[in-house]
């Protein structure tokens, strides 16, 4: 089986999504994994996963502690991006599971995917890392890179999954923040088994995209990672074949959907954007 994971964006909320996948990995054949796309704060949680740095960025999360949007403003301004990313671009050799990061370029008003890979050196990754992450007005509005410049790659494609309608996998796990969302028709039919999930169904309206208060990151990391888990136990455990897979995951969303509605994350900007988003090109 073939599977791809798309991980979307969400400035705090990332720090729950990586706690919803290492909920999730024990159920799941890491071997299976042959490719991930991810925007934004997605994309650290991704390059943390394919360098093998979850646990180190699992405790970057829980030891941050800002407490206003001040704060969060003064450490980006500050550079503590690149310190972050810095232990987890030094040895490209150890990308295990090959990924895309998005970036919103200006210049064509397209999103470009940089596809990212152990040929890739520590200065590429570190680029388009930093490319995906530039929050609009909280650490500046663009990133260059020659002649073209970028804003953060969930500015138009804050759920990348245009990468599976050139890749083949089985089944497609597309995990994100918006309680609305739907995988399109293009990707429903191109894919075999596509599950998407919300991985703050349970997190309620408590916690606020640019929250990094400790005690705030900490309780939504130990709420998702429990969802994560719950959901790779009712999808994937003793679950072989894709039918299976498919009618475990579907059975799943449809018992999620009640409490996933409930939920008021704004998201109505982002949706909008997304929907403008037509012009795509890869950029590797």
């Given amino acids: 089986m073939r599977l791809g994971i798309v991980l979307g964006g969400g400035f705090a909320r990332g720090a729950a999504q990586l706690a919803f996948l290492e909920g999730l990995l024990p159920f799941i054949n890491e071997g299976d994994i042959a490719l991930i796309s991810s925007s934004s704060i997605g994309g650290v949680n991704a390059l943390a996963y394919s360098s093998g740095n979850i646990p180190y960025l699992d405790n970057v999360y829980r030891t941050i502690d800002l407490r206003s949007l001040g704060d969060v403003m003064k450490a980006l301004k500050g550079g503590i991006v690149s310190r ?15 990924f895309y990061v998005t970036g919103a370029c200006v210049n064509t008003l397209s999103t470009h995917y940089f596809y990212l890979d152990s040929s890739k050196s520590s200065e590429e990754l570190e680029k388009a890392i930093n490319i995906t992450v530039t929050f609009p007005f909280i650490n500046g ?3 260059r890179d020659g002649r073209r410049f970028y804003l953060d790659g969930g500015a138009l494609d804050n759920i990348p999954t245009f990468p599976f309608l050139q890749f083949d996998v089985d089944v497609l796990l597309i ?8 995988p399109s028709a ?12 919300d991985d703050g169904t ?7 995209t640019y929250s990094f208060k400790k005690e705030v990151i900490n309780k939504a990391m130990d709420v998702s990672y429990a969802y994560g888990a719950e959901f790779g ?9 894709l039918s299976e897979i498919k009618e475990a995951g579907q059975q799943f969303i449809r018992e999620e959907l ?9 998201t109505a900007a982002a949706i909008f954007f997304n929907k403008l988003q037509q012009a795509r090109e890869f950029h590797i």
């Fill in 186 to 197: 293009e990707i429903v039919k191109k894919v075999p088994v596509v599950i998407d999930v």
């Fill in 233 to 241: 136990r009712k999808v994937f455990q003793g679950h072989t074949s």
């Fill in 84 to 98: 972050l990313l810095a232990p987890m671009v030094t040895d490209p050799s150890k990308i295990k599971v090959p």
């Fill in 202 to 208: 349970r997190l309620g309206n408590g916690f606020p």
């Fill in 258 to 266: 009640p409490k996933r509605m409930k939920n008021k994350n704004n």
């Fill in 141 to 143: 509005l663009v990133r």
């Fill in 175 to 182: 995990i994100h923040n918006y309680p609305r969302y739907l």
